[in-house]
């Protein structure tokens, strides 16, 4: 077994390496991700060892970058397309749901999409407007496309690779403000299924769903729960769509109670599907309504009012406290 340390941001970075070690026809387009290795570092070195066939520094030019995904894919390449921050992906959003998600249902099988689009999503970094979105909801509610959000060092290992060999195109969320998160990455592991929900950790009062970057601050609620004496279960859906809720009704028909936390706004965020299919499966197991945590109903604020827009300890703590006053 070879275990290793890794941040998150780490793992990508050898988890593509080794999918490129794998494939040769895996190629990695980007702004600034060759000479600079990305904004974040994902792509560091891989250029160098690669070559810049491989790993192509591409114009400021989003639309461009899925365009030209969508052609080397159809001669059985395998791009891996980096979107530098969330708020630059709407540029590309024409291509991506409208050719990306479409050119495999409109050929008949004939022509597969296994393309994947790596977006750093989320708030908490202190960035400027369009650094900071959480644009999940876009791309789940668009068939054709497969959506996961990775929340460990381990996920983004593995899941990365997963991803790349997948035929069909998934948008890849990679919590930024949790690329430096340190864990432990077995790399001679089996993985998990890439669309499979995870339950972290076992509670009996309350079910408590999450992803991306809101996985750490619901185990903190469920930390600071215990302390309390309540008993939160946590379960980290990784997979967005498809959505992966059988382990999810198994928790709720046991606690009776669901809450749903995500940075995103509130509404019509995923909350509002897992909210609606939990109450239609579960109902006669319901002690309480589903409750919803995420983001404002506002563009996402200046740096310095993120903290009191995006979803914390306390606010998790809070629709807890709701969820038991039924």
Known sequence: MSTETLTIGKALNLGLRRAMEDDAKVVLMGEDIGKLGGVFRITDGLQKDFGDARVVDTPLAEAGILGTAVGLAMR?????????????????????????AKIHARS??????????????????????HHSESPEAYFAHTAGLKVVAVSTPSDAYW?????ITHPDPIVFLEPK???????????????????????????????????GPMVKTALQAAEAAAEEGRSLEVVDLRTLSPLDLEPVYASVRRTGRCVVVHEAPTTLGLGAEIAARVTETCFHSLEAPVLRVGGYDTPYPPSKLEEEYLPDLDRVLDAVDRSLGF
């Open 76 to 100: 059985g390449y395998r791009p891996v397309c980096e979107i530098q921050f969330d708020g630059f992906v709407f540029p590309a959003y024409n291509q991506i749901v409208t050719q990306v």
């Open 159 to 163: 899941g990365i690779q997963q991803a």
């Open 108 to 129: 008949k099988g004939r022509l597969p999409m296994p393309i994947v689009i790596r977006i750093p999503f989320g708030g908490g970094i202190g960035a400027v407007e």
């Open 177 to 211: 403000r949790r690329y430096w998160e340190k864990g432990e990455v077995d790399t001679d592991a089996t993985p998990d299924p890439l669309f499979a929900s995870r339950v972290l950790r076992g509670g009996d009062d309350v079910t408590v769903l999450a992803y």
